[in-house]
């Protein structure tokens, strides 16, 4: 059998003003923003908890929301979410930042690491609270498009196969899934050797009871264990884009036995396996090729259509703002994206791809599709000056104080300078 057609006819189940595909912290920030502004949406999640990487995955960590010289400079949701998981998760968040930005200068960063699985919990509270609709277990399959306009989702559940009607679509998957498959132009990327889960043994149970902290139970355990920028990273190693069956299968499973030789040179009764990631631990497998790709080289750069500023999360000092143009293509009226899959090139991209800025990206996506719905106009063309007022007002820095702005504006990356990354794409 060389080929097969297959035909399917399908009827909108439900209009919505916006979906969102794609459950992670991005997906989540959109859809809560986006319901609280008055806008009916639906965000869909294939896996049954939302998250994502934060969750899912395990990289449970609010990195650095400051310049690493005490000032904060994300805030939003982020903020407010950061603070959440500290009340019934666990609390890790620095003395100094305890109650706030710190009075007194301090080079120590604002960090939280937390409980993935009640942060996910919390997050459904939010979603709830905002009237937003949420499908768990449910496949964004492919974007109903009408030309260049996206009219709708179809989906893959227990319930079948069936469409969604949508007037604006926010592709939050992380991978660009949605987008990809509506034929928009979208940019693969390449993923390290980076496998991680969390095992218990007789050792760490011990220091958890004589410590009465439940975290020192937990030890890591590991596949691959290359850092973010590929230091060490195996020459008989592919790095896989993830947007293959074969890729992911092959990362799995590679990752997956090396985790097994380590495990049998312990004894069998003396440890176990508490949690594996449920999901690929992919860094970065694509993003849209937006009307403007975020670089290194725009440090301390001011963007007329900023919709909001980020810091950079391994280094102090460096600062950034993420242009609205990172999120969507003029030539697609309704379709935006946030999170992982927003435009950025090399090291650029690692800034956008953490929790914060997704969190902050996904609010900005939100409201700038309710803006769009009520101007009636494409994303792109939304008057950027209300958008950004409405962004403060949901305590979200647009611009970053030049007085933020270090004498020696150097950007040094991992030991490299700007064009050293830019021209070999970190």
């Given at each position: 059998m060389d080929t097969i057609t297959l035909t399917k006819k399908l009827t909108v189940k439900k209009e919505y003003d916006i979906i969102v595909c794609g459950g992670g912290v991005a997906g989540v920030a959109a859809a809560v923003t986006a319901a609280n502004a008055g806008c009916s949406v639906l965000l869909l999640e294939k896996s049954n908890i939302v998250g994502g990487l934060a969750t899912l995955g395990l990289v449970n960590l609010f990195v650095p929301m400051c310049n690493g010289r005490g000032k904060q400079i994300i805030f939003g949701?982020?903020?407010?979410?950061?603070?959440?998981?500290?009340?019934?998760?666990?609390?890790?968040?620095?003395?100094?930042?305890?109650?706030?930005?710190?009075?007194?200068?301090?080079?120590?960063?604002?960090?939280?690491?937390?409980?993935?699985?009640?942060?996910?919990?919390?997050?459904?509270?939010?979603?709830?609270?905002?009237?937003?609709?949420?499908?768990?277990?449910?496949?964004?399959?492919?974007?109903?498009?009408?030309?260049?306009?996206?009219?709708?989702?179809?989906?893959?559940?227990?319930?079948?196969?069936?469409?969604?009607?949508?007037?604006?679509?926010?592709?939050?998957?992380?991978?660009?899934?949605?987008?990809?498959?509506?034929?928009?132009?979208?940019?693969?990327?390449?993923?390290?050797?980076?496998?991680?889960?969390?095992?218990?043994?007789?050792?760490?149970?011990?220091?958890?009871?004589?410590?009465?902290?439940?975290?020192?139970?937990?030890?890591?355990?590991?596949?691959?264990?290359?850092?973010?920028?590929?230091?060490?990273?195996?020459?008989?190693?592919?790095?896989w884009s993830g947007l293959t069956a074969e890729e992911v299968t092959d990362y799995l499973l590679r990752n997956q036995q090396v985790m097994l030789e380590g495990l049998k040179t312990s004894a069998p009764f003396s440890r176990e396996i508490a949690t594996l990631p449920l999901m690929p631990q992919f860094r970065t497998t694509a993003h849209i090729r937006g009307d403007y790709s975020l670089k290194v080289s725009d440090a301390y750069r001011h963007f007329e259509d900023s919709i909001c500023a980020i810091n950079d999360f391994e280094h102090r000092d460096h600062l950034f703002e993420v242009p609205l143009r990172t999120l969507c293509r003029r030539d697609y009226p309704n379709v935006l994206v946030a999170g992982r899959s927003a435009d950025g090139t090399g090291y650029g991209w690692d800034l956008l791809r953490v929790i914060p800025p997704a969190i902050l990206t996904g609010q900005a996506a939100a409201h700038a599709a309710c803006m769009a719905l009520r101007q009636r106009t494409a994303v792109a063309n939304v008057d950027i000056k209300k958008l950004q007022t409405v962004l403060e007002n949901d305590n979200i820095m647009i611009h970053f104080p030049d007085a933020y702005m270090p004498e020696d504006r150097t950007v040094v990356i991992h030991g490299k300078n700007t064009a050293e990354i830019e021209g070999g794409h970190m």
């Amino acid at each position: 059998m060389d080929t097969i057609t297959l035909t399917k006819k399908l009827t909108v189940k439900k209009e919505y003003d916006i979906i969102v595909c794609g459950g992670g912290v991005a997906g989540v920030a959109a859809a809560v923003t986006a319901a609280n502004a008055g806008c009916s949406v639906l965000l869909l999640e294939k896996s049954n908890i939302v998250g994502g990487l934060a969750t899912l995955g395990l990289v449970n960590l609010f990195v650095p929301m400051c310049n690493g010289r005490g000032k904060q400079i994300i805030f939003g949701l982020c903020e407010k979410w950061a603070r959440m998981s500290a009340k019934h998760g666990f609390s890790t968040i620095p003395e100094e930042w305890r109650e706030g930005e710190p009075k007194a200068y301090t080079e120590k960063r604002y960090t939280q690491r937390f409980s993935p699985y009640i942060f996910a919990f919390q997050l459904n509270e939010e979603i709830k609270a905002s009237g937003a609709d949420i499908l768990l277990d449910c496949m964004a399959c492919d974007p109903v498009m009408e030309g260049n306009l996206c009219r709708g989702v179809v989906t893959e559940s227990k319930s079948g196969t069936e469409l969604y009607g949508c007037k604006m679509l926010i592709d939050t998957t992380g991978d660009c899934d949605v987008l990809r498959r509506g034929g928009i132009p979208t940019v693969a990327g390449k993923n390290f050797y980076t496998y991680y889960g969390r095992l218990v043994t007789l050792e760490s149970c011990r220091a958890a009871i004589e410590s009465g902290d439940i975290r020192k139970a937990f030890v890591s355990v590991k596949g691959g264990g290359i850092n973010l920028f590929g230091d060490n990273q195996p020459e008989d190693v592919p790095q896989w884009s993830g947007l293959t069956a074969e890729e992911v299968t092959d990362y799995l499973l590679r990752n997956q036995q090396v985790m097994l030789e380590g495990l049998k040179t312990s004894a069998p009764f003396s440890r176990e396996i508490a949690t594996l990631p449920l999901m690929p631990q992919f860094r970065t497998t694509a993003h849209i090729r937006g009307d403007y790709s975020l670089k290194v080289s725009d440090a301390y750069r001011h963007f007329e259509d900023s919709i909001c500023a980020i810091n950079d999360f391994e280094h102090r000092d460096h600062l950034f703002e993420v242009p609205l143009r990172t999120l969507c293509r003029r030539d697609y009226p309704n379709v935006l994206v946030a999170g992982r899959s927003a435009d950025g090139t090399g090291y650029g991209w690692d800034l956008l791809r953490v929790i914060p800025p997704a969190i902050l990206t996904g609010q900005a996506a939100a409201h700038a599709a309710c803006m769009a719905l009520r101007q009636r106009t494409a994303v792109a063309n939304v008057d950027i000056k209300k958008l950004q007022t409405v962004l403060e007002n949901d305590n979200i820095m647009i611009h970053f104080p030049d007085a933020y702005m270090p004498e020696d504006r150097t950007v040094v990356i991992h030991g490299k300078n700007t064009a050293e990354i830019e021209g070999g794409h970190m």
